[in-house]
């Protein structure tokens, strides 16, 4: 049966592929046989077809989308490509860490999820930082002795704190909101102009940090990681922290300087870390921020709960329907900013 008028969807799987007419409209997505199903059943006008890495580069010559990640030579094989859809809120792999501008310097359009993720990493930020001022590593540590020590309890009170929230997009902002719900006073450092929020006491400019780095009780990494942010954080503002201050990262490990942190670990004015993003990443064994008992390390699971799944197939299905229909997609990433 021709299908002229039908979008294809191709998902990058470990099983077999369909035959496909020429002239249909191909559409290509990594994922997996249960979200292949489920797409088909949220957008019936799509045709849902599985490839694998040995077939993806043929099927992509005259493919119009791709879901998921997509690699340097499979943006050069592309022939049609008009739409790339991010299952994940970051898109430096895509844009600048491949070493190829194909993508980045393209008219095909490019989404993500972010905003998508935001509810789980705010609330893994705040998670991190209650850990450490209400002293919870300490206790777990005691656990196994079965006796706890209550005597030198010196938990911290977050309200009448100052937070200041580097990049307040769509995850800085949420964590923004659950800082400001706790009785903290909110700064934002973003390059982007933010509407009036009850959440942020105000918002400065990236140039601006060494203004407000001074005034924070803790410093929460949300930026994006991009050219311009990378190692924003850097040596001199770990230097231009309060004493006795806190420093949480939930984005991404190139956003801050690693030895920076271990600096004013060592010099014990930073108080604690909590950090789900290093750079490198995986930490490995033998790094120094191991060693410190006020820093708790997670491996980049901020972003994983029990509905991120959930909303984010719902933003693949929405811009699945919009690209189908010629509607305008959601969540439109600025390739040439990185977010």
């Known amino acids: 049966m021709s299908l002229p008028n039908r979008a294809v969807l191709i998902l990058l799987l470990a099983g077999g592929a369909l035959s496909v007419s020429a ?42 989308g791709f879901v998921g990640d997509i690699r340097p030579e499979e943006v050069r094989a592309a022939k049609q490509l008009k739409w790339v859809q991010s299952m994940s809120a970051g898109v430096e792999n895509f844009l600048f860490l491949s070493g190829s501008n194909d993508l980045r310097d393209s008219n095909i359009v490019l989404t993500n999820n972010k905003i998508v993720q935001g509810p789980e990493i705010a609330d893994h930020a705040m998670a991190l930082l209650l850990s450490l001022t209400r002293r919870l590593p300490r206790y777990l540590a005691e656990k196994p ?23 307040v997009g769509g995850i800085g902002m949420q964590i923004a909101q659950r800082a400001w719900a706790f009785g ?23 140039d601006q940090m060494d203004e407000v780095i001074p005034k924070a009780d803790v410093v929460f990494i949300s ?19 309060k004493e006795h ?15 920076g942190l271990v600096k004013g670990l060592d010099s014990r004015r930073i108080a604690g870390a909590g ?21 708790i390390i997670t491996p ?5 709960s029990d509905h991120d799944s959930d909303r984010m197939v719902g933003t693949v299905k929405e811009n ?9 997609l959601v969540n439109v990433v600025d390739k040439q900013k990185g977010y």
């Open 145 to 167: 002795n079965e006796a706890l020590d209550r005597r030198a309890f010196d938990g911290i009170e977050l309200r009448g704190k100052t937070a200041v929230v580097v990049g």
């Open 300 to 304: 980049h699971i901020a972003g994983r």
């Open 23 to 64: 002239q249909t409209k191909k559409i290509l997505v990594m994922g997996s046989e249960s979200l292949a199903r489920e797409l088909q059943s949220a957008v019936p006008q799509a045709h849902v077809v599985a490839v694998t890495q040995a077939n993806v580069m043929q099927e992509i010559v005259d493919a119009d």
């Open 275 to 295: 950090v789900d993003v290093t750079d490198p990443e995986p930490l490995p064994k033998g790094h120094a921020l191991w060693k410190f008992d006020n820093v």
């Open 184 to 206: 903290m006073s909110v700064i934002g450092v973003d390059p982007e102009d933010k509407p009036l929020s009850p959440f942020l006491q105000s918002v400065v400019k990236p």
């Open 223 to 241: 930026a994006p990681h991009t050219p311009l942010s990378h190692k924003e954080m850097g040596a001199h503002e770990f230097d231009l922290m």
């Open 245 to 259: 201050s806190y420093f949480i990262a939930v984005s991404r490990g190139g956003v801050y300087d690693m030895n």
């Open 320 to 328: 699945l329907a919009r690209f189908v229909e010629g509607k305008p």
